[in-house]
């Protein structure tokens, strides 16, 4: 079983890890909104805000996470604090199903992308067509990139969300064993030796 010095390391490298995906998230997100989002955010198009609303989940989501880590990083210094675990707990749980909604989200607007051929992307231009890309360059951004370049944000996108979700389950279970709750499976979930014992 793990000890009290390896559960606070775990614990720490788990909750420097979110950090570190939160705010590579916050970045990627912002970057598709600056570069893409602000050009087809279009109230009317179904398409378009499906992309802008999972835009803003990948906001919130990010801002989950690292708030999610930095519980785990103080806890981590503070172990016997049951205030602090039942946070930690609590985020982790948010931060997990925020992250896997997320995840869905963006799997669903890459799926629409391939399906409209990146329609809604180009909805500011002067054409409807992408076939005419290079026909008509009456655009306030570059179309011929636009395209794949949505496409590789939301890709990277992704597969940060769903690191997120797998590291916000490790936090969980973390929590869950600090807390001594019921054990989701087996006889017993809590494996520490001479676990401080909780203070309010």
């Not at 598709?32 to 835009?55: F, I, K, M, S």
């Not at 909805?123 to 409807?128: I, S, Y």
């Not at 570059?142 to 944000?153: E, K, N, V």
């Amino acid at each position: 079983g793990l000890s009290v010095d390896d559960f606070r390391k775990v614990l720490m490298k788990t909750g420097l890890v979110l950090v570190v995906l939160g705010h590579v998230s916050f970045i990627i997100a912002a970057v598709l909104h600056g570069t893409v989002l602000r050009y087809v955010a279009a109230p009317r198009d179904a398409v378009a805000l499906q992309y802008c609303v999972v835009n803003i989940l990948s906001v919130t989501s990010a801002i989950v996470v690292i708030t999610s880590g930095i519980a785990a990083i103080v806890l981590s210094r503070y172990l016997p604090s049951t205030p602090l675990r039942w946070t930690m707990f609590s985020s982790s749980v948010a931060c997990a199903l925020l992250s896997l909604i997320c995840a869905l989200g963006l799997l669903a607007s890459i799926a629409v992308t391939f399906a409209t051929q990146g329609r809604a992307l180009l909805a500011a231009c002067t054409f409807g067509s992408p076939e005419l890309l290079a026909l008509t360059p009456d655009c306030p951004f570059d179309p011929t990139r636009i395209y794949s370049s949505s496409l590789c944000l939301w890709g990277i996108s992704l597969v940060f969300c769903v690191a997120e979700s797998v590291f916000a389950v490790r936090c969980t279970q973390l929590a869950h064993q600090l807390l001594e709750l019921r054990p989701w499976w087996g006889k017993s979930s809590h494996h520490m030796r001479s676990l401080p014992p909780p203070s309010l």
